[in-house]
């Protein structure tokens, strides 16, 4: 008996078409492991800066996701880069944007608040697990 995912395999003829998306795949991927890289080594910096002591209070998730989901467009040119990975904010990103109006990616500012609750670029604080528990 031959494994599950051979059953019902039939073996097809690769077209042009199929060589090509083929490429563009492979050419994706390497692309995307570059930026990997790039993004795992900014990330090393970053988290250096985050183990400052001063860094000690998380976010709590509750107020994490309920930050606002800006639209490109709404997005002020004051606000196209993301001062966390200081990339900039491209059209089909996630962003959110803090109650003091910095916007970052979604996957860089989730990333920073369960570390540190304060805006990286003004200080403005998210409420804490803590802070959450005793609002209404
Ligand atoms: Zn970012
Ligand atoms: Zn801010």
Known sequence: MGLPFQQGRRPRELTAEDVEARERKRQRWEAWLVEEKRIEAHWREVEERMNAPSY???????????LY?????????????CAICLEDLEP??????MPCHHSFHQLCIFKWLRINRLCPVCQFALPSDEEQAASP
């Open 92 to 97: 089909g990103n996630k962003f959110r944007r």
């Open 69 to 81: 989901m800006p639209r490109w467009c709404e997005l002020t040119r004051g606000e196209h880069r």
């Open 56 to 66: 000690g209070v998380p976010a709590s998730d509750h107020a994490i996701v309920r």
